[in-house]
């Protein structure tokens, strides 16, 4: 009656230590990845040393951790996006160093005006996660509401609101990269991975407004400022100019929108889940998966998708 059962939808963990053991506010947890009825890497049990695990708090930090919804208490088997973000590799100590980080960020949050707004930069990512794929594009919008808190939380005028086209949280990724840019040998990586952030940003802000918070997907000038914004992430990620052309159109965004929602939800994951991070002081350790930052995973060859207690084989020929 303690377990608590975590299925992993959009990535898998390879972990060859099959148990990992951390403790968070002084409760001791076990974290099991293998299990014979579930598939390798897809799953985690959580045993607690108390007769209940606490979503409010240490499953929410593993939802950061992991960038699954690890709150979720109608956990099922779903593997149908299994691909999208591919491999995810941790540790024990990863874990732990996070989860003492985390405690550490919640006991010195030093007034309720930012408890308030972290309690929400929190809700919004747990409900993007929530969300995910099948609610995609208004997934976008959970997300960008999160890192609108966070834009607000690291704000020096506390009278002011600041809206995410403000980009306020910028202030907290120009902090926080400053040092490592500094890096005779990694600096040129964190300057470019700092240029990928700002168009990740200014992506999430454009399809928000589009799609969640002021419908602006029917203004002509709009839909083609967010297709412009759409190409040139494309070709961040390696996509030439002719194939980002074809990929997204004007003209019938609404369709290209549900044809890449596993790519796009990856961008407002990423933006989202980064700025919890680095409001915790990591940005050297962030567990980030082998396509977090890839438009497209890599599918599987001869995979059994597994979802709703139905079982779904594709085999790719060469």
């Keep these: 009656m303690n377990n608590h ?25 076990e974290l099991k ?7 390798e890497g897809k799953i985690i049990i959580i045993r607690s040393e108390i007769g209940f695990i606490d979503s409010n708090t ?3 930090w593993l939802s950061v951790f992991f960038g699954e919804d690890c709150t979720d208490p109608f956990q099922r ?22 989860l003492n980080a985390a405690f550490l960020k919640e006991e010195n949050i030093p007034t309720d005006r930012d408890k308030i707004l972290f309690r929400q930069t929190m809700n919004y990512y747990l409900a993007g996660l ?3 794929i099948s609610m995609m594009p208004l997934t976008i919008g959970f997300f960008g509401l999160s890192m609108e808190c966070v834009g607000n939380l690291v704000s ?15 202030k907290l990724i120009n902090k926080s990269f400053e040092p490592f840019k500094k890096d005779r040998e990694h600096g040129k990586n964190y300057r470019t991975w ?54 997204f159109k004007a003209e019938r965004l609404e369709i290209d929108f549900q044809t890449h929602a596993p790519g796009l939800y990856k961008i407002g994951l990423r933006s989202a889940r980064l700025l919890i991070f680095l409001y915790l002081g990591i940005i050297d350790s962030i567990p ?31």
Aim: proline share 2%.
């Design 288 to 318: 980030f998966t082998e396509h977090d930052y890839h438009p497209f995973g890599e599918f599987p060859k001869n995979q059994t998708m597994k979802f709703n207690g139905m079982s779904i084989s594709i085999s790719i020929v060469n």
């Design 156 to 170: 020096d005028q506390n009278s002011e609101y600041h809206t995410l086209g403000s980009f306020a949280f910028e």
């Design 77 to 98: 088997q779903d593997t149908r996006s299994s691909f999208n973000r591919g491999k995810l590799q941790a540790s024990q100590k990863l874990l732990q160093d996070f």
């Design 58 to 60: 240490f499953l929410s």
């Design 130 to 132: 929530r969300s995910g």
């Design 33 to 39: 990845f293998t299990h014979e009825t579930f598939d």
């Design 194 to 247: 700092q240029k990928y952030i700002k168009i990740d940003s200014k992506l999430v802000h454009f399809i928000r407004n589009a799609v969640y918070g002021h419908s602006l997907l029917h203004i002509p000038d709009e839909r083609q400022k967010l297709v412009k914004n759409l190409h040139q992430w494309l070709k961040m990620a390696g996509a030439s100019d002719k194939d980002a052309e074809f990929w």
């Design 5 to 29: 059962i975590i299925h992993l939808k959009h990535c898998y963990i390879d972990n060859p230590q099959a148990i990992w053991n951390v403790s968070y506010y002084g409760v001791d947890y």
